[in-house]
Each structure stands twice: as structure tokens, then as C-alpha cells.
């Protein structure tokens, strides 16, 4: 079965640093492109960031670009979220997603996926 299991999530102050960790198994990992999703409590979920089968193409919302950095290591089957300069707007339940269907970033980033991690808590307040 696929699985995807998120971990990373903390407590940090604004200006800091998380690195979010998608651990992903039971399918050809290599071939599809993973997003990575945040929702906070009365808001409805954001795409957050999306990066291909490869790792050659990546996308960024913008209220995240130039803060996070998204990677793969496909020999470990995991997906990583390098967020910088957290803001308290950044606080929300972060969650990994990918489907078993060949798709590009801009449609994963829809949100339309039927795999989904458990999510990670990320807060930013001091």
C-alpha cells in the first residue's frame, strides 16, 4: 500500500528554520512528482510547493518563494520541504500528497491526489 509519512514538524520562532522530512513507500517512488500542502484552522488548504519525478522541475506558491526549497533523494525514497524565515502566516499542519498517475507539478498543486501523509505541525510564534 502507499504510504507517506511527514515528520519535521516544531515549534520555531519567526525568522527560523524547519526542514520537513516525506517518507514515502509502497510505490514506484522515482516515477511521480510529490506536492507538498499546508492548512491552517479556518483556511482552506494552499499548495505549497511541487517537485517532479526527477527532481528537475520544482514549483513555489509565492507567498513561500524564495523561503523554502523543495528536494528529493529518490535512493531514499523521500521528499524534503527546507523552509527559511518562518513567519507566523507560515503556521499550519503541513502535508505531503502524490498520486499514482504521471502529472505535472502545476496539476499536483491542485490538490486533486489520492495519497496523502498524516501531516506535521508547524507553529512560528514567539
Known amino acids: 500500500q502507499v504510504q507517506l509519512v511527514e515528520s519535521g514538524g516544531d515549534l520555531v520562532q519567526p525568522g527560523g528554520s524547519l526542514r520537513l522530512s516525506c517518507a514515502a513507500s509502497?510505490?514506484?517512488?522515482?516515477?511521480?512528482?510529490v506536492g507538498w500542502f499546508r492548512q491552517a484552522p479556518g483556511k482552506e488548504r494552499e499548495g505549497v510547493s511541487c517537485v517532479s519525478s526527477t527532481g528537475r522541475n520544482t514549483y513555489y506558491a509565492d507567498s513561500v518563494k524564495g523561503r523554502f526549497t523543495i528536494s528529493r533523494d529518490n535512493d531514499k525514497n523521500t521528499v524534503y520541504l527546507q523552509m527559511n524565515s518562518l513567519k507566523p502566516e507560515d503556521t499550519a499542519v503541513y502535508y505531503c500528497?502524490?498520486?499514482?498517475?504521471?502529472?505535472?507539478?502545476?496539476?499536483?498543486?491542485?490538490?486533486?491526489?489520492?495519497?496523502w501523509g498524516q501531516g506535521t505541525q508547524v507553529t512560528v510564534s514567539s
Open positions: 500528497a502524490t498520486d499514482r498517475t504521471v502529472m505535472s507539478c502545476t496539476t499536483i498543486l491542485d490538490g486533486r491526489l489520492t495519497y
Open positions: 509502497g510505490f514506484t517512488f522515482n516515477r511521480y512528482g
